[in-house]
């Protein structure tokens, strides 16, 4: 099993739940970091999340291989629908991946950011 991000980040990640008014998305905002010496390649692997809870699995999205658009050294998903509740990949609106920045002085990091948008239907 994966270290998880506490062995990885030494503190709690700031990942976020934001729940809007009736009618519009909900967010989900996670951050994430990668033990050193972990290679990923965004252009031929998919990108998977999955939030769950004592209860079991409340959301699981998906990019398949190459939807994260290469700019520069850093790779970008965006799925400017998903805010509208009508995004292609179970709802993620916006994944971000940079490679570990290089600094002497902390250990170098991949970094991982998903943005994913629910609508919720009015009660």
């Known amino acids: 099993m994966p270290p998880g991000p506490a062995d990885v980040c030494h503190h709690a990640c700031p990942d976020t739940i934001k729940f809007k008014k009736i009618g519009k998305p909900d967010q989900l905002i996670i951050r994430s970091a990668f033990p050193v010496g972990v290679a990923l390649d965004p252009e031929n692997e998919a990108f998977h999340v999955v939030l769950s809870n004592a209860n079991g699995v409340v959301y699981e999205g998906s990019l398949p291989a190459g939807a994260l658009e290469q700019r520069g050294k850093k790779f970008r998903f965006v799925d400017r629908a998903a805010r509208s509740g009508a995004g292609t990949y179970d709802g993620l609106f916006k994944v971000r991946w940079q490679p570990p920045r290089p600094t002497p002085a902390r250990r170098s990091r991949?970094?991982?950011?998903?943005?994913?948008?629910r609508r919720r239907s009015p009660r």
């Open 110 to 117: 991949s970094r991982r950011t998903a943005t994913w948008t």
